[in-house]
Structures are given as structure tokens and as C-alpha cells.
């Protein structure tokens, strides 16, 4: 079956402006996890989701990033106000559900904040 | 804190010269230890999971080990086609608690010379 998608690819917006970045999981897993990724560093952990709540949003810079996941299935991960520091990629990564599943990651989104 | 330090930070190789890449970390307690490997622009790609100290996993000329403080990812007779960088990531499990979010280190960029 299809892998994690995410759209965009590649988002380009202006320092200050608001930016939504989505999440399609593979089809029947119920855990959905957010990374960042700046240059030459490994992803660092932002938000996972069991189903619709958020099971730990320890990860989450501050309270300009906002993630949901409503129907349990796509997520969404919000950006207001963003900054130059945003800058990076965003990878989504799903598992069946059990916390020591295995994750599989999308492509990410790369996004610049101008 | 969970912890996870890889090293070196790159490797070159040429084809059919075999080498180890090393992965130490600090946990509370390891829930598991996951290898991905990633090209460039993509997102990371699973290839081993390890649970607990002597166990071992192999896959076509990579063979992954784990003791109580460090992971290696052995490459015997290396390929132009593995290049990648290779990324080592810790989940926790602590106090009856299992964590979801994996930890990664910075990874290990592998260039293999034909």
C-alpha cells in the first residue's frame, strides 16, 4: 500500500505569516508522530498522536506550533507567527499503534521562512 | 535526558572496503534501538529495530548489533548504493511508562567510491 504523504513538498512564506503543513498516514495506523529536521542534525521529536488526542506534546517549541488529528487518521501540524528559526524540514512518521511499533517516515516538508 | 551520540559524523569508503559505524546512548531505560538510513531529500527509511544486548539483525551487507551502552552498524563489502547517511534513534521506556518519541543522534554520513 502507499506510504506517509505529506503536501506540501516544499513551502516557502514570509517571516510572520501562518503555515499549515498535513500528514496522510499509511491506512490503519493509529499512531502518527511529528519530527523536525534542521541541516545535518537528526529529527527531533515534536508531537505524537494515539488516535485523536495528543499522547505527548513535550516536544513542541513553544505555543506557536499546534498539532490535530480529528478523525484520527490525516494530521495537520500549525505554524503561527512564523520565524527565520522555523526553517527546516517537517517529517511525519505513522505506526499501528503499539508504542514500540515500528515508525516509517514521509518525504517531509521543507519549509523556509524568509 | 535521553542521549544518542553516533560516530564518525562521516565515513568514506572505497567499494568492497568493510567498516562499522558506532551509535552510544544514555536511556532510562531502552525500549528499543532503531537504524534508518536516509538519502537526500527523503525521508528516513527504516532498517533494523533491536531490544535488547547481544542481539543481532542482518540485512543484505548490513548487520546490526546492540550491547548495554552502544549499537553498531557493521557494512561489509560496501556498494556505491549505500551511500546515505545513516541515523541510530533510541525510544524509552521508564517507570511502567513507554515513551513513543524516538531520540535520534545526528547520524553518520556514509560515501561509498566505486
Known amino acids: 500500500g502507499a506510504g506517509v504523504s505529506q503536501t506540501p513538498s516544499n513551502k516557502v512564506t514570509e517571516k510572520g505569516k501562518y503555515v499549515e503543513l498535513r500528514c496522510d498516514p499509511i491506512?490503519?495506523?493509529?499512531?502518527l508522530y511529528w519530527y523536525r529536521q534542521s541541516l545535518g542534525q537528526g529529527p527531533e521529536f515534536l508531537i505524537y498522536?494515539?488516535?485523536?488526542?495528543?499522547?505527548?506534546d513535550s516536544g513542541l517549541p513553544n505555543d506557536r506550533f499546534f498539532a490535530v488529528r480529528p478523525e484520527g487518521s490525516v494530521s495537520t501540524l500549525k505554524i503561527q507567527r512564523t520565524e527565520r528559526g522555523d526553517s527546516a524540514v517537517y517529517l511525519c512518521?505513522?505506526?499501528?499503534?503499539?508504542?514500540?511499533?515500528?515508525?516509517?517516515f514521509g518525504p517531509g516538508t521543507r519549509l523556509l521562512v524568509l | 535526558e535521553d542521549q544518542v551520540t553516533q560516530s564518525p559524523e562521516a565515513l568514506r569508503l572505497q567499494e568492497g572496503e568493510s567498516s562499522s559505524l558506532n551509535c552510544s546512548y544514555t536511556?532510562?531505560?531502552?525500549?528499543?534501538l532503531f537504524w534508518y538510513r536516509q538519502d537526500p531529500g527523503k525521508g528516513p527509511e527504516f532498517l533494523f529495530t533491536?531490544?535488547?544486548a547481544g542481539e543481532e539483525k542482518e540485512k543484505e551487507r548490513l548487520k546490526a548489533t546492540l550491547t548495554k551502552k552502544e549499537s553498531f552498524l557493521h557494512i561489509t563489502a560496501p556498494k556505491p548504493e549505500d551511500s546515505a547517511t545513516y541515523l541510530c534513534?533510541?525510544?524509552?521506556?521508564?517507570?511502567?511508562?513507554?515513551?513513543?518519541?524516538?531520540?535520534f543522534g545526528q547520524g553518520t554520513i556514509l560515501t561509498v567510491h566505486p
Open positions: 491506512s490503519g495506523h493509529t499512531a
Open positions: 498522536f494515539q488516535g485523536t488526542g495528543a499522547a505527548d
Open positions: 534513534a533510541v525510544q524509552a521506556y521508564a517507570g511502567g511508562t513507554s515513551y513513543g518519541k524516538l531520540t
Open positions: 533491536l531490544y535488547s
Open positions: 512518521a505513522s505506526s499501528r499503534g503499539g508504542i514500540s511499533e515500528t515508525q516509517y
Open positions: 536511556v532510562s531505560g531502552l525500549r528499543g
